[in-house]
């Protein structure tokens, strides 16, 4: 690895090596906490001061977003878990809202140089290299994935346009005349551009990019999801981008040697992965819980047991075949998205999965239609036809695309197929449910 940020003697450490500097970081973040954040003082009570190590971090109670957005609340625009002055504050973001009102994100100059170090970690294992022209198609607002995403592009080395959304063909000219290799976007904006190359007769492959780099939506570690875009414009398809904004905005990512999420940030974050009870379960093979983490190092709003409400699998504990020795997973989805159905708890990507299983039949574009505040009988669905799937042929193809989602979830489905290209395409994140109060 080229780069110096990335640190890749790092990614080669041991277990016992990375154990040994995740409790040295942990002690001095513990004192720092405990003095400068009113809001975990207030929280922990006569925890606060007690000498607490890693081995008994169970003995704090875990932090909830809701409480976070209490704390700005009384407190605006930081919350009082922001253990640093207000002088430290070098750039603000703001969450999207998907999942509630929006948090204020308040970053110190040390805090966006971590951001970066770790997302260009996760860059740079998806393949970016310092070779490399990428376009960054992401909203340069407020929220984190536009300027500091970009951060973690540049960190991994290469040379980074800061393109933005919209300006659809702008960007298409724009990614021919800088002969651009990459573009950095949402998974679902491909399929905005492939319309209007199509439009064009413009083949997507003529563009010449060679890698995808992706995140913020599912279905990135499925094959039937990544081929399609593959043969479409022949460039590589990378998860690079998993993490969240309150934590550290990327700190997972795909190699090139399987679809399954390397953990990046282990120099920053401690994490656990506890069951429906609360209760941490070993990172070992297997194991599927609630991901939370803890800051190990966050000057201006560090965090404690923070449950982040995506459920993961750790799929790989042993060295991979990029040489990087971090342990592995796959996020099955998002506690707050989990609807049930007859007594059966449905992540969207398991519906997307049986979807995606069935591309002869539909684009895989398609929408979770929730009527009411549930629990629901169904799961009703609208998904696109295949192009080329005759109207006559509708009526069969949904009876087949609900099997396979019944043999998926073990839910009873209800598809509507509508005309390829009905669904709206975006060139931010595709929320994949569409609740009705009706």
Known sequence: MAASMLHPEFE???????????????RTQWDYVRLNSVFYRQKFGPLADRSIGLDTLSDLPFTGKEELRHSQEANYPFGD?????????????????????PLQLANSRRD?????????RAQYAAGLRPTDRVVHCLNYCQWTGGVTDHMTLEAAGAAVVPFGVG????????IRSLSITAISC????????????????????????????????????????RRPMEEIWGYGVRNANYGMSEVLS?????????????????DALFVEIIDQDGTAQPIAEGTTGELVCTHLAKECQPLVRFRTRDVITVTGTGPCGCGRASWRFRVTGRTDDMFNVRGINIFPSSVQQAILGKRHLSTGQFRIVLAGNGPWDRITVTAEAAHGLEAHAYAAAQAELNEAIRKNTGATAAV???????????????????????
């Open 12 to 26: 080669t450490l041991s277990a016992t090596a990375i154990d040994a500097l995740q409790r040295e970081r942990w």
């Open 416 to 438: 509507t197929l509508v005309p390829p290209d009905s669904l709206p395409r975006t060139d931010g994140k595709t929320a994949l449910i569409e609740r009705s109060h009706k």
């Open 250 to 266: 990327n700190f997972a990512s795909q190699c090139e040697h399987g679809t399954d999420l390397h953990f990046h940030g282990a």
């Open 186 to 225: 949402t998974p679902s904006y491909p399929a905005l551009l492939e319309k209007i190359l199509r439009e064009d007769g413009v083949d997507p492959r003529s563009l010449g990019l060679r890698l995808g780099l992706f995140g913020g939506e599912a279905g990135l570690d499925n094959p039937e999801f």
């Open 112 to 120: 966006a140089e971590l951001i970066a170090l770790v997302g260009g």
């Open 81 to 101: 878990y922001l253990a640093s002055s207000q002088e430290r504050v070098v750039r603000i973001h703001r969450t999207s809202g998907t999942t509630g009102k």
């Open 167 to 174: 300006n659809t063909r702008l960007l298409l000219d724009t």
